[in-house]
Every structure is written in C-alpha cells, then in structure tokens.
C-alpha cells in the first residue's frame, strides 16, 4: 500500500485536529484541546478504479508554528497540505494566504487545499464568499465542519486523487 | 500506536547480546524503545516500550509512520558519517489513543551495519509544562471567543441605542402636543384680530401678522421633520428603471428661465433600483443646483457613469459655489446657507443625503468659490440585483 505525508496548517484554534479527528475516528469532540508539537495520524483509503489503496498519513500540527513550520524538519516530504481558517474568525483567514505562499515556495508543486471550516458556525450567505486573497492559488477551497463532518471526508479523497495524478 | 508499559519478551529475529544490552542500559535512562532496521528498511530487532507495534520482518515505515516519506533520506545516512534524522515532539494517535510525545532520532551504526530507530522522551519540556501549556491555550482561546462576543454585543448594543436615542428625539419633538399648540397659537391671533377690529395700531397688526407667519413657518418645519425622521423605514422594492428616461423625464418637469441650460452627459444605463428615492434625489439635486443660482442663463451639467454595481452620477453647475467651510453644515437640517435667499426651509440637501444613504448610496459635494464657481455634487447609487 503506498502512503503519503499530508500536513495540516492553520492558526490555533481554527480545526485541524477537530477535521482529523473527525477524518479518522468520525468523532467531535467538544472541549478544546490545543495540539503540541504534532500529532500524526493515519487514514486508509480503499483502493477504487485509478487509485490502488493508499494511506495519508496525516501531521496535525501546532497553530502556534505559524510560517516557521517551513523551516521545521516536519515539513519533509511532504505530499499535500490543507490550509485551515475559521469561518467565524476572519482573521484566520487572512493567514491562510501567508501560509500558503509558504507552503509554495518550501514545497513547488506539492497540492494545497483550503478548508473554510466552521461552516456550520456562520450563516448561509458567508458560505460562499472565497476570501480575495485565496483567489491567486487556483486551489480548492472547500468549507468545512468537523462538528458535522460537511465535506471532510470527500476533501481528503479529492487531496489523494490529486497526490496520485501528480505522482504519474 | 504502543501505549503499553511493559518490556517487550524476547522475539524471533537476529537480537545480538551486545546490543541489547545496550538498550536495556537505554532503558534504564528513559529511552523509551530501539529498532533496529536493515539496508532494505526492514526492522530486524527493536527493544523498550513503546515499540511493541513494530513488526520484525516488516518495512520499518509500515507502522512508524512520521518516517513515511523519510525513506530515501534513511537510506543516505549510510553515506553520511554521523548525521541523524531527528524527529521532535511528535504523538502516534490511533483509536486506542494518543502516544507520549517521543522524539524519534535514526542514524547509521557502522559496526552494527544496521540503521537504528531511538525513540526518547520528548526533552525540551515536561509533561508538566507541555500540559501546564496546553491548559495556558485552552484559557486564552476560551477568552478571545468571549471577547469576540462580549465586542458583537456591545456594537449590537451601541447600535440599539444610537436607534433607540434616534426614535426618542424625533418621538419627543414630533408630537401632537407640539403642533397642536402650534394651531391653537395661529386661532388666537385670528380671535384677536376678530376682537379688536379697528382699534389696533398699524404696527401691532403687523405683529400679529407675523406671528401667524412664524406659527405657520413652524407648523410646516414640524411637518418636515416628520417626513425626514421616516426616509427609510419604508422598504422599498427594486425595480427596472431606464435612467435615460428619467433624467430626461425630470428635467422636463423642472422650470426654470428661458436661458437657462441643462445638458445630460454619459451612459445613462437601465438599472434595477429603488426608483422613488433615486427620483427624489434626482429631482432635488436639480432642483438646488436652479433655485440656487445666481445667474439667469445659468448651466447644468448632469453626466453618469456605470461603475459595475453603483451608478456615479455628477449634478455640476456653474452657480455662485458653497464655500468650503458650509460644507458640512450644508446636509444638516434647516441650515439655510444664505439667509433669505431661495426659498424653503433648508431641508433640501438633508433630504437627499438621508434618501441616498438609506438606500446604501453615497453623496459627496465638490466646490470651493475662492478657486472657480460652481458645485458639483458627486452621487453614488447602488443597483440592485
């Protein structure tokens, strides 16, 4: 079975470890509990046409890393990552640019997927605002809720899909 | 991953005796556990706690998974005397629970001829001070989402009261007892002259003339301020307006003297908006822009632009200006900047910026008379979908 590193990055307190969990055991949990350093996961996808079965092995890491997390050895080898915000807190969002171009410019080419998440926090009509400075990367931005488990999953498939069409 | 406490039993595979005993000095000093992986980065002996879920036999990355990725990296440490691979804080969660945070460092031992796996306490801060520091986090994220709220609240609130202070000044000027007394006022004067018919001196019946004027005058600001206290309550409904139309259709309304000139510039595009307050506002900026003149054969410019979702629409006259420090006092209610001129009662302008900001729009004015004549007042209205 081939496996693939995927980081996830984002401010504190935005959802990485509340998606993974969600990802990986299908649960929420309510009380908040900041990741230190990193907690790494694995999810196992089955194998379906074009795709052999496959494990993302998944760095949930510290918010409190920010852009230094690219100068860290745990940034090695990396095969995608998905940029965290919260819906709720617009200030999130803004650094989900920075860490993107970051995230570029360490690893050229590597996939990124923004997850918009706490969708089900903000009303409808905020749903389907891309915020501006996402527009440049030309990369999914998908709005999430690892409350509700809304595109979690499917995120995660569509980042393997695009791991293996770049492998080829 | 590995959560048990005990020393693994011996297992099948090459364990050579120096280096378990090596590891069980490791032990002893709070390394957790050794791998001890071949060429092929395949394990081939491990020792401590927290290596039980390592296979002998299997592909070292198979189950210590912060090394998927890393193995080309593992493979070129044989050629590199003395480098290590060093992993810091990092925890194995699986659904039996989350690891200790371990550090996990790889090097090449040469007279072992085999790659080693060490995984150690993370070193750079206690359990005590990695939970001390999460519970730190936990507080101050919990105090920055009340503080978010707490800062929506009292904006919800300001706002409350700023529309609460709103309603109560118009509610206690604008009432009956306020005009009615007003009436009754202007009925005296009218019994007063019944009365006194032919017995008043000249300047008395003058007085009493002026006094009904000024009761009027007052009956009529009363009533203004009613209709300016109300823009914008009403919900008004979009619809499709040809601006062209309109502009074309107000002028026509508007009198003004034979050599008087108003030309109509630009793209005028049919828009969906609000269209009785765009009339409205139209129709009173044009209509200052005459009232106000000073010239018999005056000129007016009116153009308009399509900015994508607001209009930009300019007034522009050539009339005597608005100098620069009457500005402000120029959108207020019952200002009237030059006494005893057009007539009215200075509500005009105060109107019309209440129309345009009730309908989302901006209104800016453009004039200083020390540098040229003319106003120009600059209009942004918003189209609605």
């Not at chain 2, 189950?63 to 005397?81: M, N, Q, T, W, Y």
């Not at chain 2, 509610?171 to 005009?179: F, G, M, Q, T, W």
């Not at chain 2, 007539?343 to 901006?362: I, N, S, T």
Request: charged share 25%; hydrophobic share 40%; aromatic share 6%.
């Amino acid at each position: 079975m081939i496996a693939r590193k995927i980081m996830m990055l984002g401010e504190i307190g935005v959802g990485k470890s509340s998606i993974v969990q969600r990802l990986v055991f299908d649960r929420f949990d309510f009380n908040y509990k900041p990741t230190i350093g990193v907690d790494v996961y694995r999810y196992d996808l089955p194998p379906r046409p074009g795709r052999e079965a496959m494990s993302l092995i998944v760095w949930d890491t510290d918010g409190n890393f920010g852009e230094a997390i690219f100068r860290h050895v745990y940034m090695r080898e990396a095969s995608a990552a998905f940029i965290v915000g919260d819906l709720s807190r617009r200030n999130t969002l803004d650094s989900m640019a920075k860490l993107g171009a970051g995230f570029r410019e360490a690893l050229p080419g590597r996939h990124i997927t923004f997850l918009l998440n706490k969708v089900d926090l903000v009303e409808a009509a905020l749903r389907m605002e891309v915020p501006e400075p996402l527009v440049p990367f030309a990369a999914p931005v998908v709005t999430t809720s690892a409350k509700t488990g809304e595109n979690v999953q499917q995120s995660f498939i569509d980042s393997a899909d695009a791991i293996i069409r770049r492998d080829q | 991953m590995p959560s048990s406490d005990e020393t693994n039993s011996p297992r099948p595979g090459p364990r050579p005796a120096p280096l378990l005993t090596a590891g069980m000095m490791l032990a002893e000093r709070g390394i957790y556990g050794m791998i001890w992986v071949d060429e092929t980065l395949t394990t081939v002996a491990r020792y401590g706690r927290l290596v039980d879920f390592v296979e002998v036999g299997e592909p070292l990355t198979r189950e210590l998974l912060p090394l998927v990725g890393l193995e080309d990296e593992i493979r070129a440490l044989k050629d590199s005397d003395g480098r290590v691979i060093e992993l810091p804080g990092i925890a194995i969660v699986d659904n039996k629970g989350e690891s200790p945070k371990i550090n996990i460092s790889v090097f090449w031992s040469k007279d072992e001829e085999s790659f080693l796996v060490v995984l150690t306490r993370y070193s750079s801060r206690s359990d005590l001070e990695v939970e001390l520091s999460r519970q730190i986090r936990a507080r101050l994220m919990a105090e920055a989402e009340v503080m978010q709220t707490s800062k929506e609240l009292a904006k919800t609130n300001a706002e409350l009261a700023r529309a609460n202070r709103d309603l109560e000044e118009f509610a206690s000027i604008i009432s009956h007892d306020l005009k009615a007394p007003m009436r009754h006022l202007r009925y005296i004067v009218d019994e007063i002259e019944t009365a006194t018919e032919g017995a008043l001196s000249g300047s008395a019946i003058s007085k009493l003339s002026e006094l009904r004027d000024q009761s009027r005058r007052m009956s009529g600001m009363l009533t203004s301020l009613l209709e300016y206290s109300s823009v914008g309550r009403k919900e008004e409904i979009a619809e499709e307006i040809d601006t062209h139309g309109l502009i074309h259709a107000i002028i026509g309304s508007m009198r003004r003297t034979p050599g008087f000139e108003i030309e109509i510039a630009g793209f005028w595009p049919t828009i969906s908006t609000v269209v009785a307050p765009l009339d409205l506002v139209l129709r009173n900026l044009v209509d200052n822009a005459i009232k106000h003149h000073d010239r018999a054969d005056g000129h007016i410019r009116i153009s308009c632009a399509d900015k994508g979702d607001t209009l930009l629409i300019s007034v522009e006259d050539d009339g005597p200006g608005i100098a620069k420090d009457q500005h402000a006092a120029a959108f207020l209610p019952f200002r009237r900047l030059k006494p005893g001129g057009a007539e009215g009662q200075g509500m005009g302008l105060a109107f019309v910026k209440r129309w345009v900001e009730a309908a989302g729009g901006r209104l800016d004015l453009e004039s200083d008379p020390s540098l040229r004549r003319g106003t120009t007042m600059r209009l942004q209205w918003p189209k609605m979908t």
